[in-house]
């Protein structure tokens, strides 16, 4: 029976993905990129400068800053993906997979600042400080519609917050035991640690972030720079090999459309996540004076994410070279090639990498459930309830085999795009007036610019953003 249900799952998931949510993403990629006249790309220096800004400022109460909510994002975008993904897409489709991921990132980065700007714009602020938002909130308050906000949270919730989880706990279990740690054993630690954090509460989360991200992220990123400075004569070659091979129709499975632009797309894609509706959740946590700043925050996540972290892994693959004769793929494949430029110690280090990426991206992953769960209701119990919910599916996660489950995942994942690039495409116009508003105050000599929803012509539904209230959340003492 469970062989049945994985079987349909799959095949459901394949025409899914490969004949509808790639075209329907890459369009909302391309309709942000015209209509915000390439935001991702002439902001740049101002999203360089706000999440530099952000680094190590103090936050009030339970408030979350700028940077720790770009931190969280960050933490749940970046997981084993980045390094097994990457390997698997350029043993599938060839160095060129590496250009389309980078399209796609340029691309998806527009959209990634839409709805990031949206969720601010319609975030709910709490009695005890801080706020909450994301897509179930811009649904319901931006677009009147109760049921696709309650079916977007209950989706989110269980995808994320307990599948997700799962997978990453199971891939941090299987890396372990390659060093003959049982998998029980790293079960019953991560489970715990995992629990340390989540009854914590958000706050508790985004302070781990703030610190884990920059770590991970940084010693990865050097570990690339390592391989590729000591193999700079290599270097060009590698960066010709991906731009000729993208164009080449031979070069991995034919077509135009063959496993060359399928795999750097749907790697993209999945990696940085960007109309997924999962970042704008963690975005609206955000105290910040205006929402364009948060918007053009997580725009720049898209580019860490996958122009970054993504590429380094993909270099460490070309430069060694030998993907396509070892017989590996996956995370196997990148601690071959690092045992080959920096020695035997080299497959613990990726361990280390994916102990870290696999945590930091279970406590993100369990933000976003949290924040969904206090959409659907108030009552303290449900939230209890789901945080041992996080922590019993992370145990079972890195014990159980997880075909069916992962397959799952990417079914509801399926569902939230078609939610929420439905909702931003009709709502995208709000966020493109916020950008307008952020610019001209920019160019007045305004340092630092100050939102007032009266500057929307359509405010029903923003809670926030009016006299008094841009950056002190605890200070209106609004009930939920």
């Known amino acids: 029976m469970e062989e049945l249900l994985n079987s349909w799952v799959s095949t459901l998931n394949g025409y899914l993905w490969n004949y509808l949510i790639i075209f329907i993403l890459i369009g909302a990629g391309l309709f942000f990129t015209m209509t915000t006249r390439c935001v991702q790309l002439r902001m740049i220096p101002e999203m360089i400068k706000l999440v530099a800004g952000g680094v190590g400022n103090k936050t009030d109460n339970k408030q979350v800053s700028s940077f720790q909510a770009f931190c969280v994002s960050t933490a749940s975008r970046v997981g084993v993906g980045n390094i097994a993904g990457v390997a698997i897409a350029v043993v599938l489709g060839g160095p060129g997979a590496v250009f389309w991921m980078w399209m796609i990132a340029i691309i998806g980065s527009a959209t990634g600042f839409i709805e990031s700007t949206l969720a601010q714009i319609y975030k709910e602020p709490l009695k005890e400080g801080g706020f909450y938002g994301g897509p179930a909130y811009y649904i319901r308050y931006g677009l009147n519609s109760p049921f696709l906000s309650i079916l977007f949270a209950i989706l989110i919730s269980v995808t994320f917050g307990l599948i997700y989880n799962s997978v990453q706990a199971n891939t941090l279990s299987a890396a372990l ?18 629990g340390l954090v989540v009854f914590g509460g958000i706050h508790r989360v985004a302070k781990l972030s703030e610190v884990l991200v920059p770590i991970m992220a940084g010693l990865y990123i050097l570990t690339a720079l390592y391989v590729i400075i000591t193999n700079i004569t290599q270097f060009p070659h590698v960066i010709y090999t991906i731009i000729t091979s993208a164009f080449d129709p031979l070069a991995a499975g034919g077509g135009f459309m063959g496993a060359t632009m399928m795999n750097g797309i749907k790697r993209g894609l999945f990696s940085n996540e960007a109309g997924e509706g999962s970042v704008p959740n963690a975005a609206a946590t955000a105290t910040v004076a205006h929402p364009v700043e948060q918007g053009l925050v997580q725009a720049f996540g898209v580019f860490l994410d996958t122009l970054i972290i993504c590429t380094a892994s993909a270099f460490i693959v070309l430069i060694v070279g030998d993907y396509s004769t070892t017989g590996l793929t996956g995370v196997a494949l990148v601690q071959y090639n690092l045992a080959q430029e920096l020695g035997s110690w080299a497959p613990y280090a990726v361990a280390v990498f994916i102990i870290m990426f696999s945590f930091s991206s279970i406590v993100g992953n369990y933000y976003y459930g949290e924040i969904n769960i206090s959409h659907l209701t108030d009552k303290k119990i449900y ?14 996660g890195g014990i159980a085999s997880l075909d069916l489950v992962w397959n799952l995942a990417d079914l509801f ?10 909702a931003i495409v009709r709502m995208g116009r709000q966020a493109g007036l916020a950008l307008d508003d952020y610019i001209a105050q920019k160019r007045a000599g305004i340092e630092t610019p100050v939102f007032h929803r009266s500057l929307l012509p359509k405010q029903e539904g923003i809670i926030w953003w009016g006299d008094g209230q841009t950056t002190d959340s605890s200070a209106g003492k609004f009930d939920k």
Do not use: K, W
């Not at 939230?383 to 019993?392: D, S």
């Not at 994942?413 to 439905?422: D, E, H, K, Y």
């Open 413 to 422: 994942m399926g569902f939230l795009v078609l939610t929420n690039v439905s």
């Open 383 to 396: 939230l209890q309830l789901f945080r041992v919910g996080v922590i019993a599916m992370t145990f079972l």
């Open 177 to 194: 035991a390659t060093f003959d740690i049982p998998a029980m054993e790293t079960s019953i630690v991560v489970a715990a640690l995992a």
